[in-house]
């Protein structure tokens, strides 16, 4: 059932991404609201789609591309979603086997995740294989709209690789992507933490990360049913108040070992708190065995994290027509547009002590160091938000990016 006074049903995916929700239920932010969550959690994206769109959920902690997906008709069962806020930037991994690594570092791959060496390698091993007429090589994603997706293609194509040609790609949950990488069923996958980091303990290699190719790449987002959202305003309002309290404790370097430990329990993600605290501390391992600290890797609340940003709802939105998914036409841009609602987020925050952005949208890719910006709360501070090839994308001129990247590679 759902109303005003029922419980919030909110679905999951075991991430740590998963935290701000994880903990606005279990630290009482939520309660503090006068709200009860009710959370579900799922190992598919596949299936926390549906079930927002049979009404079994009220919102999602869901990937950033999938609610525009919905809403452009691109999914099965498509139901009208919008996303008021941002679960956080960053936290995916692209992770290879042990063998595939070995031979990328042998053509010049780097153990500092450098994504220029380690794309060019890449290249030179598909190449490689293909004049030995060996094998293709598959990496796994999570779902064809994600940003896993979107990020690994970008990569590619920079080193002229085409994806699904050169490099086969697969859909797997994210929780199964270690063990289809230690079983030889794929070669390599781009996820979530901590399952990269996990994979890299039994032996796999992580080759570069999604803060390596977009630094502040949006990642989950908080996706509402639009029926729920217009029926319950003042929950929906409450809702984005307890989480991003949350994101602020998540990000918090004092509450670091007891959000390790929470997200390491059962009911989240069930693995050893030593290695999701190390994550969290955006610390991964690195293929000659060492450690290596990654700025920007995880952040859940910094830099306007939680801001449902439309430059990343629009740059999102071009990997679809990029890729085929989507027909560009005024009516689509229109619609993905229209999925991300700042303004229902800086109406929830209105009067709060957390820095809300002045503009709804930005040119990505433009800061190449940190700057300050204009705040009604006071100063925030964003980027640098660059991607790895220097490529800037400005949602004004949507039609002159999508045309310098679609060239045929």
């Known amino acids: 059932m759902s109303g005003p006074d029922a419980p919030i049903r909110i679905g999951y995916i075991p991430l740590l991404d998963a ?12 309660a503090a609201e006068g709200l009860d969550l009710a959370l579900v959690r799922e190992t598919s994206w596949a299936t926390i789609r549906d079930r927002l769109a049979v009404g079994h959920l009220d919102a999602a902690h869901i990937l950033a591309p999938m609610p525009i997906a919905a809403n452009l008709g691109l999914t099965p069962m498509p139901s009208p979603m919008v996303v008021p806020m941002t679960l956080g930037i960053g936290g995916n991994t692209v992770t290879v086997s042990r063998a595939l690594w070995q031979s990328l570092a042998a053509q010049g791959a780097r153990p500092d995740f450098d994504p220029a060496a380690a794309a060019a390698a890449l ?3 598909v190449r490689a294989r293909r004049s030995a007429g060996g094998a293709t090589l598959t990496f796994g994603i999570v779902h064809a709209f994600s940003t896993h997706h979107y990020a690994l293609a970008y990569w590619l194509a920079h080193a002229g690789i085409q994806p ?3 490099v086969e790609l697969t859909v797997l949950p994210p929780s199964l992507m270690e063990a289809a990488l230690a079983g030889g069923h794929i070669d390599g996958f781009c996820a979530g ?6 994979a890299a303990e039994g032996g796999a290699a992580i080759l570069t990360t999604g803060a390596h190719i977009w630094r502040t790449s ?3 987002v908080l996706g509402v049913r639009a029926a729920w959202a217009e029926s319950n305003p003042d929950a929906l309002a409450r809702l984005l108040r307890a989480v991003c309290r949350a994101a602020a404790w998540c990000d918090a370097a004092e509450n670091r070992a007891e959000l ?6 059962p009911a989240a993600v069930n693995r050893p708190a030593a290695v999701i605290g190390r994550s969290l501390a955006r610390r991964l391992p690195t293929p000659d065995g060492g450690e290596r600290a990654v700025a920007d890797f995880l952040t859940f609340a910094d830099k306007a994290a939680t801001f449902p940003w439309l430059s990343h709802a629009l740059w999102l939105y071009t990997q679809m027509v990029r890729w085929g998914q989507a027909e560009h036409s005024p009516a689509n841009l229109a619609l993905a547009r229209r999925t991300y ?7 929830a925050l209105a009067g709060l002590d957390l820095p809300v952005p002045a503009a709804n949208a930005k040119v990505e890719g433009m800061l190449d160091r940190a ?10 501070w964003l980027g640098p938000d660059g991607f790895f090839d220097g490529r800037v994308f400005d949602p004004d001129r949507i039609d002159a990016y999508i045309a310098a990247v679609s060239d045929p590679i």
């Open 341 to 347: 609602r700042p303004a229902l987020y800086r109406a």
């Open 123 to 125: 290249a030179a091993e």
């Open 19 to 30: 935290a701000p929700v994880l903990v606005a239920a279990r630290k009482g932010f939520a």
């Open 218 to 220: 949006p990642e989950k």
């Open 193 to 198: 933490e901590p399952w990269g980091s996990l």
């Open 164 to 166: 699904g040609r050169d």
């Open 260 to 265: 390790a430990a929470l997200l390491a329990e």
């Open 371 to 380: 700057t300050p910006v204009g705040s009604p709360s006071g100063t925030l």
